[in-house]
């Protein structure tokens, strides 16, 4: 059977782009609802910024392991 | 963006604009290899900035009038939104800096969608870079001056852990400090302005690819799109443009406040 | 910055600090601790020394934005 369809050029830069969907999807939901929280009670500040952090540095890993994968992939 | 000189290069089919937009000749023959659009516009820039705000403030009245007015403006933006909040007390002395900080890069950024012009300067990593560098040295001697050449360094690192624990966070701390934070703030406005520059091309390219150089009655609706999609990329890219500006000059007062004073 | 002039907007500041230094942090915990992870993997030849360090540098910089921003504003 012959080739269909053919991707060529550099394919960790498509990875990378799904990768970056979810952190992206994520860091929006995360400040969002802070934002949101603060609005509400703005007495647990404090609370909901520490949380916020941790949630929002999380996240953003995720989106610096898809930066690397592709360089561990090639690796290999 | 250029699309007559990308469409030159390409054969029949459709070809994407790629890095090349990015590259250009000197400007005239026998000119230095440096001297090319994007220099001359960086500094053509440096000059509207200087000549706006010459009229701006040159002849202050106590009743502004005029360009005064427009100048008071963004000298209350910048010192409201990025100075207080991160300067605090120390805001006016650094006010000349954020300014032309600000408004400088805003310059450079607005150079996008100038027609004729239309290159952001910042999309070449040199010009950020230089400015970042500026701001890290800025940084660095502030606080070894205001904290101490040894204090400086210590007061960094969090105190009251377990001795073990240092060797593994001090080496995470202070390559984070002194070497990828400059980094990542001359990336973060090079990338976008980069980005940005192309997708502007890219979506120019297909409207002027279907419409007018090869135009099908398949391709036609597809160069419509491509026509609307410049339309909504050029006003988001202007919200960026101005957003990125404000970052920049965020995170440099920002990195000025961490070599004024510790952080706890 | 003792606990007695500790202004309002200091927990703003900290906050955007804290957001805007996170990436570098995460960066230069996976670059130090991946990077020894690889030289592992370079020197006796297992392929699984990189992940494991990457993991744990990213472990150690959250702990460390962790100790450094989150604990006292609490």
């Not at chain 2, 900080?101 to 150079?111: A, S």
């Not at chain 2, 940084?139 to 400086?152: D, F, S, T, W």
């Not at chain 2, 009251?160 to 934070?181: H, N, Q, R």
């Not at chain 3, 601790?33 to 690889?38: D, E, N, R």
Request: glycine share 10%.
């Amino acid at each position: 059977m012959g080739v269909l369809a053919e991707v060529s050029g550099n394919v960790t830069a498509i990875g990378y782009g799904l990768a970056a969907i979810g952190p992206g999807i994520g860091v929006g939901i995360i400040f969002g609802q802070g934002v949101n929280a603060i609005a509400r009670q703005p007495e647990l500040t404090g609370v909901i910024r520490t949380n916020m952090m941790l949630g929002f540095v999380l996240t953003e890993a995720l989106a610096l392991i898809g930066l690397v994968a592709p360089f561990l992939f090639q690796s290999i | 963006m250029n699309a007559q000189s990308v469409l030159a290069t390409g054969g029949e089919e459709f070809k994407a604009p790629g890095p090349e937009l990015f590259d250009f000749p000197p400007l005239f023959e026998g000119a230095p290899t440096w001297l090319t659009k994007p220099t001359v516009f960086a500094v053509f820039g440096a000059l509207v900035v200087c000549a706006v705000f010459w009229s701006a403030f040159g002849n202050p009245k106590l009743v502004p009038r005029g360009m005064q007015n427009i100048g008071e403006m963004g000298y209350i933006f910048v010192r409201d939104q990025i100075g207080r909040p991160f300067l605090g007390k120390n805001t006016e002395q650094w006010m000349p800096v954020l300014m032309s900080l600000f408004f400088l890069i805003w310059m450079w950024n607005i150079f996008a969608v100038i027609p004729v012009i239309q290159f952001p300067i910042a999309s070449h990593i040199a010009f950020p870079a230089v400015l970042a560098i500026a701001v890290y040295f800025i940084k660095v001697y502030l606080g070894i001056k205001n904290q101490g050449p040894v204090k400086y360094f210590t007061n960094l690192i969090p105190a009251g852990l377990p001795k073990p624990i240092y060797v593994l966070l001090v080496p995470i701390e202070y390559l984070s400090t002194f070497i990828l934070a400059p980094f990542t703030h001359a990336v973060r406005l090079f990338a976008n302005m980069f980005a940005g520059h192309m997708i502007l091309a890219f979506f120019s390219l297909v409207g002027f690819w279907f419409i007018f150089e090869k135009p099908t009655a398949l391709g036609f609706g597809v160069g419509i799109i491509g026509v609307i999609m410049t339309c909504l990329m050029t006003a988001f890219e202007m919200f960026i443009q101005f957003l990125q500006a404000f970052l920049f000059t965020m995170l440099a007062a920002m990195y000025i406040q961490s070599g004024l004073e510790a952080e706890h | 910055m003792n606990e007695q002039n500790r202004r309002p907007e200091d927990g703003q500041r900290e906050f955007a600090d804290a957001a805007w230094s996170a990436p570098s942090y995460l960066l230069s915990g996976m670059l130090i601790w991946g990077g020894l992870g690889w030289l592992l993997t370079k020197w006796t030849g297992w392929i699984g020394f990189t992940p494991i360090g990457l993991v744990i540098g990213i472990v150690l910089a959250i702990y460390l934005i962790y100790v450094k921003y989150g604990r006292d504003s609490v």
